[in-house]
């Protein structure tokens, strides 16, 4: 096995009124105490389960934490406009002083285009020459940029990113394209939570794959897999409460996702999460869905000593 690397969802889920100031802090206090090296928010964009948004839940992270990392798994950047985007991820590397991570993708097929005047025919098409908008806000001075999408005419970002030239770019997704575009372009690949560990370990093979065709390093790209996790010593509880949250967050049951998350006693999720590092996480991003405070805990006691 790699050596392994961990790291802990930033909470989000909240409904109106629900969010606890105090809590979270505290929750991102320990965390760094723990020895989590980042922490991860999530994008959910229009839909009924009550989930903050990742910049500006960065942002507030960034103010209570020293250490940690902070990233988003990932921006569905098809949807922004990557002017805002580039300036909004600048600014928060700036207030961080460099501790932050993108993860962007595409979002797939299913996203609600027309709510963003997205053509849902070129949706790929506008996520690359978005990042290619950002990367260029980002490392030059000035900026003249004719695409299909955007066009700039000697236009400036500023300040640019504290991290030079700019922050670590990951790409999450599924397709082989995608995954050799990250090759080329990004600096790791990130497995989707709703990805089970037999799907992500085909994924690693491509990007192995395109890793050596490109002539790059394998130790020069990272790769990163979310884990949707719940640890009690009752396994069907925790198999009952994640499916029902997991429902609850993507509006349908899925075979695939529940499958994707681990779930029952310390046994049972040391077992399963070392087929994730086998598969080729080298950093594995827990996400409780339910009590994220108790099960962080649960996690740094009776799992991660056990994967190290």
Known sequence: MRLMRFAI????????????????????????????ESAWAQEHLLGPYPVLRPIETM?????????????????????HNPVHLAQSLSTLDQLSRGRVEVGVGTGGKRRPFAAFEVDPARYAARFHEG???MRALWSEPRVTFTGEFWRLEDAALEPKPFQKPFPPVWYGGSGRNLLRRAVRHGHGFFGAGSSPTAAFADQVRTVREALAEEGRPEEDFAIAKRVYVAVDDDAGRARDRIDTELERLYGRRS???ESAAVAGTPDDCVRELRRVAEAGAELILFTPVFDPAEQMERLAETVIPRLT
């Open 9 to 36: 969802a930033i909470p989000q889920f909240f409904s109106d009124g629900a969010f606890d100031p105090g809590a979270f802090r505290a929750y991102l206090s320990r965390a760094e105490e723990l020895g989590f």
């Open 59 to 79: 942002t507030y992270a960034a103010a209570c934490t020293e250490r940690l990392r902070l990233g988003c798994a990932v921006f569905v950047s098809t949807l």
């Open 131 to 133: 990042l290619e908008v």
């Open 255 to 257: 075979a695939d996702i």
